[in-house]
């Protein structure tokens, strides 16, 4: 039984990682990857490396690691979706091997431990999306996975310096998505007093300092770039704002109510025979409970309470389920010791085949249905401009194409080009606008996936003169 549940969690999580990388060149780019990939791209281009702009206009949504480390991944593959995706690939990979390291640390059980790796590749966020989608969540979920494990080894071997560089490594975090970073540290340490019962000053002026650390490199960040208060303000405007609906009752019921549902989705199939290994086992599942899968449970429960607590605000400030991925590690170990402690089950060896079966349907999955996602064609819409505009270098984008940005990524590419927003860029030739602009000369539009995409030359509008342009 043993090496049989070793060789099953290898299979799946080898014919995961096949799955995943399927898509790392297509669909084409879509959701937020464009944005991501506009920001590092000016980054590179204008050698700024510290102030990330949008179309040529400040970005102060996030900070700038995640994109120094699309700029690193583009030295080896060039701007295209590869760029991006490879980096959520690899840092699920990297995940899913430290899972299994850290759950051999823990219980010195292979089969638990490589289980533990299958179970978080093939929890249903990960294998159908954010382990290749261009999202630095993926990668994020490393980081904090690291931050966890420094906590939890400085409290159980006492080492203090372990925790100084966790409070430090906290600002590095930062770097990723601003002050989200903060709360897993410190709920992470208020969780490891109460269970290790370290009611101490010691302890109180250890957290202190680690601290005082936390802060260093985003402050340094902050005092580095000329629009500190805009930076500032957006980056903890994120935090504020997603207490929004938390004085709206009824939004806030909702919210409890329908995260949890949201939150089990993501983690299936894992979390629906977790449930029923609980439903005809739980005699059996809480019988002499091992010491680290409970400080496990209790770190998760911890910092679980802020995103089931914070009913979000609108548009960019929802809580998304996203937001607890940096938990899917700890719960995957969590989740391969109780199913494991039912091993001598059907309902096991149930789960184990199905795991490997949607390792499996991964691959026509990412082959089929994915690769449909990125029609109509952006990237041929954007070739179709950059010869209608002869490969201009002087084309402008206006910020209202935010649902198809990804038009003026492509155009830059294959330009070699800059497209600044028109404020920016106000010697513009060509425009590439998804709303009508009259004042301006129409060169053609085109269908794109959520509306109209139009091609201006700087001018006057011809229809006001010579309508057969438009027949």
Request: with cysteine; glycine share 4%.
């Amino acid at each position: 039984m043993r090496k049989y549940v070793v060789s099953i969690s290898v299979v799946s999580i080898f014919l995961s990682l096949v799955g995943l990388g399927i898509n790392l060149t297509t669909p084409e780019l879509r959701g937020e990857e464009p944005l991501r990939l506009i920001v590092s791209y000016e980054m590179e281009h204008f050698k700024n490396y510290l102030k990330p702009t949008f179309l040529g206009e400040i970005y102060t949504h996030k900070p700038p690691l995640y994109n120094w480390a699309i700029i690193l991944s583009s030295k080896l593959f060039g701007w295209s979706e590869i760029t991006i995706r490879f980096l959520s690939f690899l840092f699920t990979a990297l995940t899913t091997a430290l899972v299994i390291i850290f759950s051999y640390k823990e219980f010195k059980d292979l089969p638990v431990s490589f289980l533990s790796g299958a179970i978080y590749i093939t929890f249903l966020d990960i294998i159908a999306y954010y382990g290749w989608i261009g999202e630095m969540d993926s990668m994020f979920t490393f980081f904090v996975f690291l931050l966890f494990i420094l906590v939890i080894y400085g409290f159980k071997k006492k080492n203090n310096y372990l925790l100084f560089l966790a409070g430090f490594y906290t600002g590095f975090i930062f770097l990723f998505k601003g002050f989200n970073a903060f709360p897993f540290f410190v709920l992470t340490y208020v969780a490891s007093v109460v269970f290790f019962n370290r009611y101490k000053i010691e302890v109180l002026f250890t957290f202190l300092i680690s601290f005082i650390f936390s802060f260093i490199i985003p402050l340094l960040w902050f005092f580095s770039l000329e629009h500190f208060k805009d930076y500032f303000t957006d980056l903890s405007g994120e935090v504020v704002n997603r207490v929004e609906y938390n004085f709206d009752f009824l939004k806030f019921i909702e919210h409890v109510v329908t995260y949890p549902i949201i939150n089990f989705k993501q983690l299936f199939i894992t979390s629906a025979f977790v449930l029923l290994a609980f439903v005809f086992y739980r005699k059996r599942l809480l019988k002499d409970i091992n010491f680290n899968v409970l400080l496990l449970i209790f770190i998760v429960l911890l910092n679980y309470i802020p995103y089931i607590l914070l009913a979000g605000g609108s548009h960019m400030y929802k809580v998304h389920g996203r937001h607890i991925m940096p938990l899917f590690p700890l719960l995957a170990v969590i989740f391969s010791y109780f199913l494991y402690k039912i091993n001598y089950t059907k309902i096991f060896h149930i789960f184990l085949v199905l795991t490997v079966f949607l390792s499996f349907i991964r691959i026509p999955y990412g082959t089929e249905v994915l690769a449909e996602l990125g029609k109509p064609s952006r990237k041929e819409i954007a070739e179709k401009i950059a010869k209608l505009t002869n490969y201009s270098k002087n084309v402008s984008c206006h910020k209202d194409c935010k649902k198809e940005k990804s038009v003026c990524f492509y155009y830059s590419v294959l330009t070699g080009s800059i497209t600044l927003s028109p404020n920016v860029n106000k010697n513009w030739k060509y425009l590439i606008t998804c709303s009508e602009k009259r004042e301006h000369q129409l060169i053609d539009d085109f269908k794109g996936k959520f509306g109209k995409i139009y091609l201006y030359k700087k001018g006057e509008d011809l229809s006001k003169s010579s309508p057969e342009v438009f027949q």
